[in-house]
């Protein structure tokens, strides 16, 4: 079951096909990040800084590495089983922001977070909208002249003003592929996963899609 919620509560419930009419949600373009802090002079050789493989091998990420390689051998811990509908692969316990938080705010919890998307809730829990980082920063803002001075105004702004609403959710028990198909028609990085409330339970993106495809247990999608 899919839903879509505005700020207004909800607009619909059904299966996906009819979204698309009820709630026209645009194609979203792929965030680009900005990175502001830079850590070393990228002008530098990178040969002065390769490290030794010695080095390599010792630092706590190679050999972290090595350790999970090595705990393959002892076979899942878990019992296997196919994965099939949206709990099976969610995350629980998203991360939500309020539609009355400065986008500004939100901009470095969401970098904090390393997460590109979150869903914005209102004072009842329900969500009404998602917050995207591809819609905070304007990259066409920065080469025009006066940019700095709308920046600033772009982060001064409430959430409210910048999220996607109305936005679709799905349900807990909804199929893997219907979800794939919305996300490929909306261009969404995920959907909201509630129930016909529109409490959230969690999130179910297209990593956690990819991580299913990627992982040992078997991926029961077209069969």
Do not use: C
Request: glycine letters at 8%; aromatic letters at 4%; zero cysteines.
């Amino acid at each position: 079951m899919f839903y879509v919620f505005g700020i207004n509560g909800p607009m619909y419930h059904g299966g996906p096909e009819r979204l698309s009419q009820i709630a026209p949600v645009r194609r979203v373009p792929r965030s680009q990040a900005l990175n502001t802090l830079t850590t070393q002079d990228e002008s530098s050789s990178p040969a002065l800084h390769q490290p030794s493989t010695e080095t390599t091998l010792r630092s706590p990420l190679a050999q972290g590495a090595v350790s999970a390689y090595e705990g393959t051998a002892q076979g899942p811990k878990e019992e296997r089983h196919p994965l099939r509908l949206v709990s099976d692969v969610m995350t629980r316990g998203a991360f939500t922001v309020s539609p009355r938080s400065m986008v500004n705010d939100a901009w470095h919890h969401l970098a904090k977070h390393r997460i590109s998307q979150a869903p914005v809730l209102n004072d009842a829990g329900q969500v009404i909208g998602l917050l995207l980082r591809a819609d905070m920063a304007p990259l066409d803002l920065l080469p025009e002249p006066g940019a700095v001075r709308d920046a600033i105004a772009l982060a001064r702004r409430p959430v409210a003003e910048v999220m996607l609403t109305p936005v679709p959710t799905v349900d807990e028990s909804a199929d893997l592929r219907r979800v794939a198909s919305v996300l490929l028609d909306t261009g969404l990085p995920g959907l909201p996963v509630t129930d016909g409330q529109g409490q959230l339970a969690g999130f179910v993106s297209r990593n956690d899609l990819l991580k299913a495809i990627a992982s040992d247990p078997p991926l029961d999608l077209w069969s």
